[in-house]
């Protein structure tokens, strides 16, 4: 008989696919296959944890704090604001005299120098306006910033805690796969002995092999979900550490919401772009006003030379008097953006109250959730030892199995759920937001805290502990997996 037994490296301890034919030859006992298998499998287990034992996990600050520092949308956006500083300072220089020399010879080869020297003694608002443009340009170009780092800083929280939602999942796939193997030996027993008709077994071999599609489903989400985590930090995570918990009062939504509004980078850069336009609108509204300028003018023909002083008035009018044509367009187009301002508003108030209902939800449904994974676990074990003496059916069997995968998957998504929803609240509201992240202590590295101060399950608060990497203890993990409420990420040191 042969069977392949394979692992991805690249995929957390326990994500294992055991795709072997279920059906053996009389001659091999199938309790000394599960044996053979189980052993392979412990020792591939041990193998991998101890290639990466030595490999640090990847902490929720760790990977915030590498893609606000590192990430490039982030550094496009400092040379946007490099810019913006270059050209305040051309703006503030307008303020100070300038110089204008030419030199020649005339028509009989003399030397023929001219140096003019010109002071703007008022220029209608032109100057100042510019500079308020281009200050308003800087502090636009700084939201941007904080704008990028807010957007990776999503990303990354997204990607993590879909990491860390798919790992719970493969964990419970993991316990269900290894349960339907045990069960499937269990019932091919009772087959041999012309105790139970074919039709268990071959509905056991079918739920075997829906354990295992679940599990290789899961292998793909955990390879999404950790590309797009490296890609978003720099860093290859092939483990995550779990964050901790912290007090957040995400109660008062009205709080919230206030917040959100105080916070947002994206109203903070419209908030500038409406003064970046105002200011334009000055500088194109001086050119319908003289220029006054003090000049002083030196002139030298061959040896003769002469110095004047005096005030000049220039005025221009544009071509078709279009000057207030263009003070509209601006106006114009500062109306629209006080309009973007109101709509940014009300799609923040919107976002935010989803994030508060998102959380709220899944902190009950944590709490629902825990509470019926115990219970489906007790229902299956009682219908396990019923069946033995002839009182539950087998599909009772398997589908009280199918009732505890399915409430811990759906307590892995609940739990993932209320942390990212936590998450995104404390960013969106400014009580977690870039500079907290680079300028935390190294100490703190993933010990990022992202729970409400609500009553919060204890299966959210719960601390992982290592898991020992020798075979004897992985197998203890994944059978004792069944009767847990949760198993979480396996924490770091």
């Known amino acids: 008989m042969t069977f392949r037994l394979a692992y991805d490296c690249s995929q957390p301890p326990l994500v294992l696919a055991l795709p072997f034919d279920p059906t053996t030859p009389r001659g091999l006992p199938w309790s000394r296959l599960a044996d053979l298998v189980h052993k392979l499998l412990y020792a591939a287990l041990g193998l991998v944890f101890a290639g990466a034992a030595g490999a640090q996990p990847l902490g929720l600050e760790e990977a915030l704090r590498a893609a606000v520092v590192e990430h490039p949308s982030v550094a496009a956006r400092r040379s946007d604001r490099q810019a913006a500083e270059m ?75 879909e990491i860390g939602r798919v790992q719970a999942r493969q964990l419970a796939a ?62 290859i995570a092939t483990e995550i550490v779990r964050p901790e918990s912290r007090m957040f009062d995400a109660n008062d939504l009205d709080r919230l919401v206030t917040a959100a509004l105080a916070y947002s980078p994206v109203l903070q850069r419209l908030e500038y772009e409406y003064e970046a336009t105002t200011a334009d609108m000055a500088v194109r509204r001086s050119a319908a006003f003289p220029q006054v300028q003090m000049r002083v003018d030196h002139n030298r023909i061959g040896s003769v030379s002469n110095t004047r002083m005096y005030v000049a008035l220039d005025v221009q009018t544009g071509a078709g008097f279009s000057v207030m044509a263009s003070v509209r367009e601006a106006q114009a187009r500062r109306d629209a953006i006080q309009s973007q301002i109101e709509m940014v508003r009300r799609e923040t108030m919107d976002a935010i109250a989803g994030d508060w209902a998102d959380l709220q939800s899944h902190l009950q449904q944590s709490a629902n959730l825990t509470a019926r994974v115990a219970s489906t676990t007790a229902v299956y074990d009682s219908f396990v030892r019923q069946y033995s003496v002839g009182r539950k059916g087998w599909n009772d069997v398997l589908n009280a199995q199918l009732e505890v995968v399915q409430a811990r998957f759906q307590l892995a998504d609940a739990e993932w759920g209320a942390i990212l929803s936590a998450l995104r609240l404390q960013m969106f509201t400014g009580e977690l937001t870039p500079d907290d992240v680079m300028h935390s202590p190294a100490t703190q590295t993933g010990r990022l805290v992202v729970v409400s101060t609500q009553p919060v399950p204890s299966a959210v608060l719960v601390e992982p502990k290592p898991l020992d990497p020798s075979p004897s203890s992985v197998s203890e993990a994944v059978k004792g997996h069944r009767s847990t409420p949760e198993a979480p990420v396996r924490k770091g040191q």
């Not at 140096?115 to 100057?127: P, S, V």
């Not at 800087?138 to 805690?161: E, G, K, P, W, Y």
């Not at 012309?194 to 599990?215: C, G, N, Y």
Request: hydrophobic share 40%; glycine share 6%; no cysteine.
């Open 174 to 235: 993991a316990s269900n796969l290894n349960e339907h193997i045990r069960l499937t030996e269990m019932i091919r027993r009772k087959v041999d002995s012309e105790v139970s008709p074919m039709s268990d077994q071959t509905q056991a071999m079918a739920r075997l092999s829906q354990a295992k599609a679940d599990l290789n489903v899961l292998q793909a989400l955990a390879s999404k979900a950790r590309s797009s985590l490296n890609q978003s930090t720099g860093k």
């Open 87 to 161: 050209k305040l300072e051309v703006a503030e220089r307008q303020r100070f005299p300038g110089l204008v020399a030419q030199t020649g010879r005339d028509a009989s080869g003399a030397p023929n120098t001219t140096l003019r020297i010109t002071q703007a003694l008022w220029t209608g608002g032109r100057i100042t306006g510019e500079i308020d443009l281009a200050s308003a340009t800087v502090n636009q170009a700084h939201a941007n910033i904080v704008q990028a780092q807010l957007d990776i800083m999503v990303r990354v929280a997204t990607s993590f805690t």
